[in-house]
């Protein structure tokens, strides 16, 4: 009776480890895939895959381009949870292309992370811990940092660089603080 009462808590046991492990890889990062999006992922599966969330399509062809001085030519699927929070911006490969591949995704939830716990909550010390920074970028607002090992961009903002948001001065690696937080995080699938 007692190896079969054993049996029975080891399969309990097993099955609540692949629950959890299901529950997390929800919202894990990695290079080529966040959550349950993986390079294969097509713009039609995002309806299977977030049924329970709220799907808000901005196809390019929608957009009044001629208005913009600057314009993307970009579709852009925006996921909402049920509760009406931000989780992700899906683009695209292909415009207006059901069958198309991702080509980026956004990040803006901080449940989302990578194995060493990267996310948005995370300061320019923690990535700098856990990730090479294989280059820095300086745009107009921000200092972009490119993390080949994720194939992902983060930005952190000019003002926690303690720089005048447009300025042109370059920044380094070096003068980024450690307590610089996370402006942009986004996923790139090419």
């Known amino acids: 009776m007692s190896s079969i009462k054993n049996t ?25 895939r966040v959550g349950q999006l993986t390079k294969k992922t097509t713009i039609k599966d995002l309806n299977s895959i977030f049924a329970k969330d709220s799907i808000v399509a901005v196809l390019y062809a929608d957009k009044e381009i001629d208005k913009k001085i600057f314009s993307v030519e970009n579709d852009a699927y925006l996921i909402y949870a049920k509760t009406g929070k931000l989780l992700l911006e899906i683009v695209p490969t292909n415009l207006n292309d059901p069958s198309s591949g991702i080509k980026s995704i956004q990040i803006f939830d901080d449940r989302y992370k990578t194995k060493k716990g990267i996310s948005l909550q995370s300061t320019f010390k923690d990535i700098n811990k856990n990730y090479m920074v294989n280059k820095v970028e300086t745009t107009l607002t921000s200092a972009t940092l490119f993390i080949d090992e994720l194939n992902a961009t983060i930005s952190i903002d000019k003002k926690d660089l303690g720089l005048n948001r447009f300025s042109r001065a370059q920044v380094t690696k070096d003068q980024i603080p450690d307590a610089a937080k996370i402006k942009y995080f986004t996923i790139w699938f090419n």
């Open 8 to 32: 029975v808590y080891v399969i309990l046991f097993s099955f609540l480890l692949i629950h959890c492990s299901k529950i997390n890889d929800q919202f894990l990062i990695e290079n080529g």
